[in-house]
């Protein structure tokens, strides 16, 4: 299934990604994937610093609030999201992350093909736009 995102911008959409959470006798874990092409990274935000706004063509990205104190923009919403919540970013959409005051950090897993000059950014803070 194709589906336009924007007017420049058309992306096959994966499925929502899978968590799942399997119960061990010592507690639990939660598994993001699973034999999938997928990238992982914790981001860190210097207080009261953000990201720049942007999109990505060719990849999906999972945002784990790890910290409290993230600012997640997608899409035009803002959210603020409590350590462990998820969301989920389409291929297309706009997103920025920040912080509120603290330092943060922020687990990314990209789905589909990950290259950073995938991104597209929109507006800068450090002239990169």
Do not use: C
Not at 2 to 31: I, L, N, Y
Not at 32 to 42: C, D, G, Q, R, Y
Not at 58 to 86: H, N, T
């Amino acid at each position: 299934m194709t589906v336009q995102t924007d007017a420049r911008v058309q992306t096959d959409v994966r499925p929502d990604p899978a968590v799942e959470t399997e119960r061990r006798p010592w507690g639990s874990f939660e598994r993001f994937t699973l034999n999938e092409p997928s990238t992982v990274k914790i981001i860190h935000v210097e207080p009261g610093r953000r990201l720049s706004l942007q999109r990505h063509r060719d990849r999906d990205e999972l945002w784990v609030a790890l910290d409290p104190g993230a600012v997640f923009e997608v899409a035009g919403r803002r959210i603020l999201p409590e350590v462990g919540e998820r969301v989920l970013i389409r291929a297309g959409e706009t997103h920025r992350l920040s912080s509120d005051g603290q330092a943060v950090r922020v687990m990314e897993i990209a789905f589909g093909h990950f290259d950073e000059d995938d991104i597209e950014r929109l507006e800068d803070e450090y002239g990169r736009a």
